[in-house]
């Protein structure tokens, strides 16, 4: 991988999911910058490059992942980064209003970790072509 192909944006409150994502993902070769809530996840999306990747939580303190993703897609620079959505929310609504907003994916929690690495190696794909 490339280093922005490798490069993933998770944004979780949780610390605990927030582990294991980050085991996770670098065990399967990707560099992860982890933002703890949406006033950080926010900093970095002003001020950094855009990642290969965003997973995006939608309850967080702050700024909320919808918020987020408003913030994202109105960023010329990020308008295209792919935008997984992983959250506990799991009514049709809110799946409806994130991928509208411009969500690529939306997987409810508690997650199946494979089936996370195939979305997330799906949505990275699609980036090469």
Do not use: S
């Not at 897609?73 to 959250?87: N, S």
Request: proline content about 5%.
């Amino acid at each position: 991988m490339t280093e922005q192909r490798d490069h993933v944006l998770m944004v979780e409150d949780d610390e605990d999911i927030a582990f294991l994502m980050r085991f996770l993902l670098e065990r399967n070769g990707y560099r992860v910058t982890h933002a703890a809530n949406g006033r950080e996840a926010k900093e970095w999306i002003d001020t950094a490059a855009p990642p290969a990747l965003v997973l995006l939580d939608v309850m967080l303190p702050y700024r909320d992942g919808l918020e987020l993703l408003q913030d994202i897609r109105a960023l010329p620079a990020w308008r295209h980064t792919p935008v997984l959505m992983l959250t506990a929310k799991n009514r049709e609504a809110d799946i409806v209003r994130a991928l509208e907003l411009g969500a690529d994916d939306y997987v409810v929690k508690p997650f199946q970790p494979d089936e996370l690495l195939a979305r997330i190696r799906r949505m990275l794909r699609k980036l090469k072509r």
